[in-house]
């Protein structure tokens, strides 16, 4: 599974830095647009745009897997053994719960905007809003990962 989750990691890293570029060039194309030829031109500000809620949701995956993502360590580490183990595990379950909720809406958000077009690209806004439930499963995935790695590493220690 680790090997799995690797490669796909590795996919993911590869598909941000493909968004990034696209984003800088988009965003770089309308500045040189407004400011030397003084006209806008809307679907690089879209582009722009909807490549960073891509960015956003696949990173927030990453940081998701790595660790990285916010917490409140200054009191977590002040808890005792016992606290710190049910302060994870409720945690866990609550975080479980939030990607599930993002997951099943984000899937009806999809459906329901697969006929609605954006202004700028004319492009479904299905494919913006599938961020939400592709990001959210990836969350979600990388999650029960860190929870078999959190088990498995408990039995290590308590055999």
């Known amino acids: 599974m680790k090997i799995v989750l690797d490669k796909l990691e590795k996919i993911i890293l590869w598909i941000l830095a493909i968004l990034f570029t696209v984003m800088v060039i988009a965003f770089f194309y309308q500045i040189v647009l407004r400011f030397i030829f003084e006209s806008g031109n809307p679907w690089a500000e879209e582009l722009t745009r909807y490549t960073l809620i891509w960015m956003s949701m696949l990173g927030s995956a990453v ?3 790595r660790g990285r993502n916010m917490d409140v360590d200054f009191v977590v580490k002040r ?18 719960g939030f990607l599930l909720v993002i997951i099943i809406y984000g899937v009806n958000l999809v459906s329901i905007t697969f006929k609605q077009l954006s202004s700028g690209l004319r492009i479904p806004m299905a494919y913006m809003y599938a961020s939400v439930p592709v990001g959210g499963f990836l969350m979600l995935l990388f999650t029960i990962e860190i929870i078999i790695n959190d088990i498995k590493s ?3 220690k308590e055999v």
């Open 63 to 65: 940081a998701t897997r």
């Open 154 to 156: 408990r039995n290590i």
């Open 79 to 96: 808890m005792p053994k016992t606290m710190k183990t049910i302060n994870s595990i409720i945690t866990k379950a609550l975080i479980i």
